[in-house]
T-cell receptor
Framework: AQSVTQLGSHVSVSEGALVLLRCNYSSSVPPYLFWYVQYPNQGLQLLLKYTSAATLVKGINGFEAEFKKSETSFHLTKPSAHMSDAAEYFCAVSPLRDKIIFGSGTRLSIRP | DAGVIQSPRHEVTEMGQEVTLRCKPISGHDYLFWYRQTMMRGLELLIYFNNNVPIDDSGMPEDRFSAKMPNASFSTLKIQPSEPRDSAVYFC??????????????FGPGTRLTVT
């Protein structure tokens, strides 16, 4: 069965520090992978997506993620955290090209 | 593009009442999804449609929940009768299955339902 595991339900970093949010997936077919962000009281917004082209994917707001098939990982990074990055982040996999399976989410907090 | 539109944004109702949530997907999208988000269970897929036809309703919690999509631009999620445990944020999302697209979903702002 296809699934997504996000390691760490809560991550806290200092402003200006590296952001690393971890995601591992399980899929029996080459997956499409996504990261979504949810700001308080808003819907989910697509941050970036992997669709079997380049393994390093760049998204909005300076985020990027690298697809590593050997590790079945799709970790999200940002070199320097801003206060405005505080939000909930969801990793997701789409093995069947219609339904998306979401992870449980990681809440990112930024310390001044 | 206006994005996915949901109404109402907030709904407060008493236990036993009927609740209807509404969604207008992005024009041209042929998939529509209904999700429920709570602190306890996170984001749950309730049901999704393709070309107005329900494809998978295995996430619908019980018979009190029903969803319809009478046309490509409108869908409803109905709860009858409502219970306090139905309190949650309900999201609608849409996507395009056109060949070459990556099926990313676009979410509406959600409806916050409170059942007292």
């Amino acid at each position: 069965a296809q699934s997504v595991t996000q390691l760490g339900s809560h991550v806290s970093v200092s402003e200006g520090a590296l952001v690393l949010l971890r995601c591992n997936y399980s899929s029996s077919v080459p997956p499409y992978l996504f990261w979504y962000v949810q700001y308080p009281n808003q819907g989910l917004q697509l941050l970036l997506k992997y669709t079997s082209a380049a393994t390093l994917v760049k998204g909005i707001n300076g985020f990027e993620a690298e697809f590593k098939k050997s590790e079945t990982s799709f970790h999200l990074t940002k070199p320097s955290a801003h206060m405005s990055d505080a939000a909930e982040y969801f990793c997701a996999v789409s093995p069947l090209r219609d339904k998306i399976i979401f992870g449980s989410g990681t809440r990112l907090s930024i310390r001044p | 593009d206006a994005g996915v539109i949901q109404s109402p944004r907030h709904e407060v109702t008493e236990m036993g009442q009927e609740v209807t949530l509404r969604c207008k997907p992005i024009s041209g999208h042929d998939y529509l999804f209904w999700y429920r988000q709570t602190m306890m269970r996170g984001l749950e897929l309730l049901i999704y449609f393709n070309n107005n036809v329900p494809i998978d309703d295995s996430g619908m919690p019980e018979d009190r929940f029903s969803a319809k999509m009478p046309n490509a631009s409108f869908s409803t999620l109905k709860i009858q009768p409502s219970e306090p445990r139905d309190s949650a944020v309900y999201f609608c999302a849409s996507s395009s299955g056109t060949s070459g697209r990556s099926y990313e979903q676009y979410f509406g702002p959600g409806t916050r339902l409170t059942v007292t």
